[in-house]
Protein backbone atom coordinates (compact mmCIF):
# COMPACT_ATOMS: atom_id res chain seq x y z
CA UNK A 1 0.00 0.00 0.00
CA UNK A 2 1.37 3.81 -1.14
CA UNK A 3 0.87 5.37 2.03
CA UNK A 4 1.74 8.87 0.99
CA UNK A 5 -0.74 8.26 -1.99
CA UNK A 6 -3.55 7.88 0.42
CA UNK A 7 -2.95 10.58 2.75
CA UNK A 8 -2.62 12.79 -0.42
CA UNK A 9 -5.79 12.00 -2.06
CA UNK A 10 -7.95 12.14 1.30
CA UNK A 11 -6.09 15.48 2.12
CA UNK A 12 -7.06 16.80 -1.37
CA UNK A 13 -10.86 15.52 -0.83
CA UNK A 14 -10.97 17.86 2.03
CA UNK A 15 -9.23 20.41 -0.68
CA UNK A 16 -6.92 20.80 2.46
CA UNK A 17 -3.12 22.44 1.26
CA UNK A 18 -0.29 20.62 2.69
CA UNK A 19 0.18 23.39 4.94
CA UNK A 20 -3.17 23.27 6.28
CA UNK A 21 -2.96 19.33 6.74
CA UNK A 22 0.69 19.94 8.57
CA UNK A 23 -1.03 22.81 10.95
CA UNK A 24 -3.71 20.55 12.42
CA UNK A 25 -1.13 18.35 13.35
CA UNK A 26 1.70 20.38 14.55
CA UNK A 27 4.05 18.89 11.81
CA UNK A 28 5.66 21.11 9.10
CA UNK A 29 4.50 21.39 5.10
CA UNK A 30 7.87 19.60 4.30
CA UNK A 31 6.81 16.50 6.29
CA UNK A 32 3.93 16.26 5.37
CA UNK A 33 5.27 16.62 1.81
CA UNK A 34 7.92 13.93 2.39
CA UNK A 35 5.23 11.62 3.17
CA UNK A 36 2.88 12.10 0.21
CA UNK A 37 6.20 11.05 -1.74
CA UNK A 38 7.05 8.17 0.11
CA UNK A 39 10.23 9.82 1.15
CA UNK A 40 9.91 8.95 4.90
CA UNK A 41 7.32 6.45 6.93
CA UNK A 42 5.17 7.79 9.70
CA UNK A 43 5.20 6.63 13.34
CA UNK A 44 1.64 5.10 14.37
CA UNK A 45 1.53 8.10 16.60
CA UNK A 46 1.77 10.66 13.84
CA UNK A 47 -0.49 8.66 11.31
CA UNK A 48 -3.22 8.56 13.96
CA UNK A 49 -2.63 12.07 14.39
CA UNK A 50 -2.75 13.06 10.58
CA UNK A 51 -5.47 10.34 10.04
CA UNK A 52 -7.61 12.00 13.01
CA UNK A 53 -7.29 15.30 10.94
CA UNK A 54 -8.44 13.85 7.60
CA UNK A 55 -11.75 12.29 9.45
CA UNK A 56 -10.72 8.95 9.54
CA UNK A 57 -8.75 6.22 11.31
CA UNK A 58 -6.65 3.13 11.24
CA UNK A 59 -8.93 0.93 10.51
CA UNK A 60 -10.73 2.92 8.02
CA UNK A 61 -7.54 3.55 6.03
CA UNK A 62 -5.84 0.15 5.59
CA UNK A 63 -9.22 -1.03 4.88
CA UNK A 64 -9.21 -2.60 1.36
CA UNK A 65 -11.59 -0.72 -0.84
CA UNK A 66 -13.19 -4.11 -2.56
CA UNK A 67 -13.66 -5.52 1.19
CA UNK A 68 -16.90 -3.17 1.81
CA UNK A 69 -19.65 -4.59 0.07
CA UNK A 70 -22.08 -2.20 -1.38
CA UNK A 71 -25.08 -4.69 -2.99
CA UNK A 72 -26.91 -7.38 -1.74
CA UNK A 73 -29.50 -8.86 -2.72
CA UNK A 74 -32.51 -11.33 -1.16
CA UNK A 75 -30.09 -14.41 -1.12
CA UNK A 76 -28.37 -12.14 1.14
CA UNK A 77 -31.21 -11.98 3.98
CA UNK A 78 -31.87 -13.34 7.01
CA UNK A 79 -35.49 -13.96 8.05
CA UNK A 80 -37.48 -15.08 11.62
CA UNK A 81 -40.74 -15.53 11.91
CA UNK A 82 -42.43 -15.03 15.48
CA UNK A 83 -45.78 -14.41 16.81
CA UNK A 84 -47.42 -12.65 13.47
CA UNK A 85 -44.11 -10.68 12.56
CA UNK A 86 -41.46 -11.12 9.89
CA UNK A 87 -38.51 -9.58 10.21
CA UNK A 88 -35.60 -9.43 7.78
CA UNK A 89 -32.31 -8.22 8.03
CA UNK A 90 -31.51 -6.55 4.97
CA UNK A 91 -27.74 -6.07 5.22
CA UNK A 92 -26.17 -8.80 6.57
CA UNK A 93 -23.91 -8.22 10.16
CA UNK A 94 -25.17 -4.98 9.93
CA UNK A 95 -24.55 -4.32 14.36
CA UNK A 96 -21.42 -3.74 13.20
CA UNK A 97 -22.08 -0.63 11.15
CA UNK A 98 -23.85 2.88 12.52
CA UNK A 99 -27.29 1.51 11.33
CA UNK A 100 -29.38 -1.20 10.84
CA UNK A 101 -32.08 -1.13 8.43
CA UNK A 102 -34.68 -4.20 8.41
CA UNK A 103 -37.78 -5.13 6.87
CA UNK A 104 -40.81 -5.85 9.00
CA UNK A 105 -44.11 -7.18 8.13
CA UNK A 106 -46.95 -7.56 10.53
CA UNK A 107 -49.67 -9.11 10.33
CA UNK A 108 -53.05 -7.67 11.44
CA UNK A 109 -52.97 -7.34 15.36
CA UNK A 110 -49.77 -7.90 15.57
CA UNK A 111 -47.12 -6.05 17.83
CA UNK A 112 -43.04 -5.89 18.17
CA UNK A 113 -42.49 -6.66 21.50
CA UNK A 114 -41.85 -3.21 23.68
CA UNK A 115 -38.33 -1.98 23.48
CA UNK A 116 -36.95 -0.34 26.46
CA UNK A 117 -35.58 2.98 26.45
CA UNK A 118 -32.21 2.92 24.59
CA UNK A 119 -29.66 5.45 22.87
CA UNK A 120 -30.10 6.44 19.61
CA UNK A 121 -32.86 7.23 16.76
CA UNK A 122 -35.27 4.87 14.58
CA UNK A 123 -37.09 5.76 11.05
CA UNK A 124 -39.35 3.83 9.14
CA UNK A 125 -40.82 4.10 5.93
CA UNK A 126 -44.69 2.77 5.47
CA UNK A 127 -44.67 0.25 2.20
CA UNK A 128 -48.13 -1.72 3.04
CA UNK A 129 -50.77 -1.03 5.46
CA UNK A 130 -51.38 1.15 8.55
CA UNK A 131 -49.20 0.86 11.92
CA UNK A 132 -50.00 2.54 15.40
CA UNK A 133 -46.02 3.62 17.10
CA UNK A 134 -46.75 3.23 21.08
CA UNK A 135 -43.75 6.12 22.07
CA UNK A 136 -43.83 6.42 25.59
CA UNK A 137 -47.54 7.38 26.59
CA UNK A 138 -48.13 8.75 23.24
CA UNK A 139 -49.63 6.84 20.36
CA UNK A 140 -49.23 7.87 16.32
CA UNK A 141 -50.74 6.60 13.49
CA UNK A 142 -48.91 6.25 10.56
CA UNK A 143 -49.70 4.49 7.14
CA UNK A 144 -48.73 3.65 3.33
CA UNK A 145 -46.07 6.32 2.09
CA UNK A 146 -46.02 8.07 5.14
CA UNK A 147 -42.77 7.85 7.42
CA UNK A 148 -42.15 7.98 11.20
CA UNK A 149 -38.76 9.33 13.30
CA UNK A 150 -38.39 9.59 16.76
CA UNK A 151 -35.47 9.27 19.73
CA UNK A 152 -35.61 5.72 21.18
CA UNK A 153 -35.29 7.70 24.41
CA UNK A 154 -38.77 6.48 25.64
CA UNK A 155 -40.37 2.90 25.55
CA UNK A 156 -42.07 1.92 22.15
CA UNK A 157 -43.40 -0.51 20.01
CA UNK A 158 -45.17 -0.98 16.81
CA UNK A 159 -48.56 -2.39 16.51
CA UNK A 160 -50.34 -3.11 13.29
CA UNK A 161 -53.26 -1.39 13.71
CA UNK A 162 -55.07 -2.35 10.33
CA UNK A 163 -57.35 -4.85 8.68
CA UNK A 164 -54.25 -5.92 6.26
CA UNK A 165 -50.31 -6.87 6.63
CA UNK A 166 -48.12 -3.87 7.54
CA UNK A 167 -44.85 -3.65 5.54
CA UNK A 168 -42.37 -1.04 6.52
CA UNK A 169 -38.51 -0.50 6.16
CA UNK A 170 -37.28 0.12 9.98
CA UNK A 171 -33.92 2.13 10.58
CA UNK A 172 -32.37 1.81 13.72
CA UNK A 173 -28.55 4.00 14.97
CA UNK A 174 -27.06 2.95 16.54
CA UNK A 175 -27.87 -1.13 15.73
CA UNK A 176 -31.02 -2.56 17.87
CA UNK A 177 -32.80 -5.51 15.87
Known sequence: MEIGAKIKRLRLQLNLSQAELADRCELTKG????????????????????????????????????????????????????????????IPNAQKNRMEPVLMELMSGASTPVDFPHEGEEFGYILEGRIRIELGKNNYICKKGETFYYTADKAHKIVNCGKTNAKFLWISTPPNF
Request: hydrophobic residues 45%.
Open 31 to 90: YISQLENDVTSPSIATLIDILSALGTDLAEFFKKDDDARIVFGTDDFIEKCDDGMLLKWI
